[in-house]
């Protein structure tokens, strides 16, 4: 992949939307710009979890400003990553389609735990270096994610589905601050916080840090109110909380709450985001939280970095299913190999284009038997969902579709395929796929004839040797087999014969296909 001297990160989060433009200078980057707009998308979550007309609206407005502001950067140097609240909406598919027009870039909406593993990693490329485990409280608009990491390793990680937005809203609605309200948040966020103390208790970590805007105006608010313990540092401790909390009890109403440390726009909801963070500190133990600076737009910059450098995070992802899963490494070689040769031929575009279109491609041959380990009977509706559903490192939800539907159409009928392969291109892809497994099912090495294939809007071809054919005629009737199930799709699959001398012309033979074979 080409390597460029300026990337982008644009962070799509429930409470903010954030863009930063950084330089790249060998492995490590620097900010140039950055641009920040309290969108509060998760506040415009209808009761039925769809987004509201006004925060959609708002959210247009940010990212057309966004857009301006990387007109002219090339495709691959800008990644945009939605979080909790478009993991959530259902429609999002229709907001963003609107939302990619006006940023001019692929918006890619990304897991909890994936949020949580480029959070880290932002956060760990700007801490000192250290031998100690570290946790990581991340507190979002509609989530709140938690890491213990070493290094420049996550080790463990989790989301929760609650934010000092979706939590203000849910316990706070009017702003009133009772103590009533205050002790049934605390409740529910402790019980959240439960569900994870035991695997992120203070015995598995030895540093704590907070990141994002929420830690940082509790920190501010401590440090400038003197509600800490004295220090300067800038630290969270429980003691500071703890006076936090009297002080919100005394106010009484979050739209009056003038406080040094806070913004007057993050007042309506660090209600929300105090009592997510009292719970961390009592359920798991902590007793103090330093600053972060990296949060997810800085990981999601080097995670951006690391796949120009060949380290990237999804092909680590790919290996560690493959042995997950106990997928023969030879039967995916074999299919991997004819896919690529396959769908070099059939994919056009830029080079980046054709670079992630047959990586795509690669990462379905070798994964698309995964569902082998649940049951070899209907294995490729297990490799589906596995694909669809499972964590896997590096990846957006967007790619996982993407490959969990290559899994499931690369065998049987391919109406299943109808209305789900919405592009040319996947449909290329599935084209290699499906012949790739097809001319390998012996799941044995074997001499493969000359191949050559297209697939345009209403044909597809393949050139074959007929006497390949003739002597291996369960392949022959396979092939015929493929193109009925082609025809299910619109597609008139023909097959041909190589001309004398090698060369096709319009005088070949036709072997097969749907019309007038």
């Known amino acids: 992949m080409t390597e460029y001297s300026t990337l982008a990160a644009v962070d799509l989060g429930s409470n903010s939307f954030r863009l930063q433009v950084a330089r790249v200078v060998g492995e490590q980057i620097y900010p140039l710009d950055n641009l920040r707009e309290m969108v509060r ?45 478009l993991r959530v909406a259902k429609n999002a598919p229709a907001f963003l389609k609107k939302a990619e027009a006006a940023l001019g870039f692929p918006i890619e909406v990304i897991a909890g735990r ?99 805007g929420t830690a940082r105006a509790l920190g501010d608010i401590l440090k400038l109110n003197n509600f800490g313990d004295g220090s300067s540092s800038g630290d969270i401790t429980a003691e500071g909380l703890e006076n936090f909390r009297d002080y919100l009890l005394k106010v009484g109403d979050s739209r009056k709450i003038e406080i040094a440390g806070l913004r007057a726009e993050r007042a309506p909801v660090i209600v929300g985001g105090f009592v997510i963070m009292s719970a961390a500190f009592s359920e798991l133990g902590i007793r103090r939280m330093s600053q972060a600076m990296g949060a997810l737009r800085q990981g999601v910059l080097y995670d951006l970095l690391g796949r120009f450098h060949n380290h990237d995070m999804r092909e680590v992802t790919v290996r560690q299913f493959m042995r997950r899963y106990q997928v023969d490494p030879a039967q995916a070689g074999r299919v991997e190999s004819l896919a690529l040769a396959l769908g070099k031929q059939l994919l056009t575009g830029s080079p980046d284009e054709l670079e992630d279109a047959l990586r795509i491609l690669s990462w379905a041959a070798r994964l698309h038997e995964v569902g082998i380990s649940v049951a070899h009977s209907g294995y490729h509706k297990h490799s589906a969902y596995i694909l669809g559903n499972a964590d896997m490192p590096g990846f957006s939800k967007m790619e996982q579709a993407r490959l969990s539907l290559l899994a499931l159409a690369h065998r049987g009928t391919l109406s299943k395929a109808r209305g789900l392969v919405a592009t040319l291109p996947d449909l290329k892809l599935l084209f290699a796929l499906r012949l790739a497994a097809l001319f390998h099912r ?22 074959i040797e007929r006497e390949w054919l003739e002597r291996n005629p369960l392949t022959d009737t396979a092939l015929h087999t493929e193109a009925e199930e082609w025809a299910t799709l619109g597609f008139d699959l023909r097959i041909r014969d190589w001309p004398e001398g090698g060369k096709a012309d319009k005088a070949d033979k036709l072997i097969g296909g749907t019309a007038g074979a």
């Open 442 to 463: 012996s799941r044995s090495d074997i001499e493969l004839p000359r191949l050559e294939v297209s697939l345009g809007n209403a044909e597809c071809a393949l050139r």
């Open 114 to 212: 994936e949020e949580a593993r480029l959070i880290y990693l932002g956060v760990a490329h700007g801490l000192p270096v250290s031998s100690n485990n570290r946790l990581v409280v991340d507190i979002g608009g509609g989530s709140t994610e938690f890491i213990i990491g070493s290094r420049l390793k996550p080790i463990r990680l989790e989301s929760l589905y609650m934010g000092c937005v979706s939590h203000s809203l849910r316990f706070f609605p009017d702003g009133k601050i009772t103590k009533a309200a205050m002790k049934q948040a605390e409740l529910a966020a402790r019980t959240e916080v439960q569900t994870i103390a035991a695997e992120f208790s203070g015995d598995q970590w030895q540093d704590a840090f907070g990141s994002s």
């Open 41 to 85: 998308l998760a506040a415009g979550l209808t009761a039925d979890k769809r987004l509201d007309e006004d925060s959609q609206a708002r959210a247009l407005d940010c990212l057309k400003c966004f857009g301006e502001r990387l007109r002219g950067f090339p495709p691959h140097t800008v990644r945009a990553v939605g979080t909790n609240s």
